[in-house]
């Protein structure tokens, strides 16, 4: 089993990558959430809006395919994206969780 002090220096050299990621996966969260919201107005007015509803429909299935991809790429990492929580990666290694986020932090 691993030491805490060998997953902290495996996690530090993992850090930039995992940034890199997180840092996609919260600008991507965040226009879903501005999509969603363009979407929902959209859907409440009266008029023929299909033309810009079907436009935001595709922008956000293009960030939520995204978003996709980036849990394809820390799959091999052994990470997961919190659902809860985009700007947060967590690592699973032995049998702990290291979460990314402004600072590294081992759970047990």
């Known amino acids: 089993m691993l030491s805490e002090s060998e997953i902290l220096r495996k996690a530090i050299r993992m850090a930039p990558l995992v940034r890199s990621i997180t840092s996609e996966a919260r600008d991507r969260t965040e226009a879903i959430g501005r999509l969603e919201f363009r979407l929902k107005r959209l859907l409440s007015r009266?008029?023929?809006?299909?033309?810009?509803?079907?436009?935001?429909?595709?922008?956000l299935f293009v960030q939520r395919r995204a978003i996709d991809q980036l849990r394809r790429e820390l799959a091999p990492l052994n990470c997961t994206l919190d659902q809860e929580h985009p700007e947060r990666i967590v690592w699973h290694v032995a049998n702990r969780e290291v979460c990314f986020e402004e600072q590294i932090r081992v759970v047990r």
């Open 46 to 59: 009266h008029g023929d809006q299909l033309t810009k509803i079907r436009l935001v429909e595709g922008a």
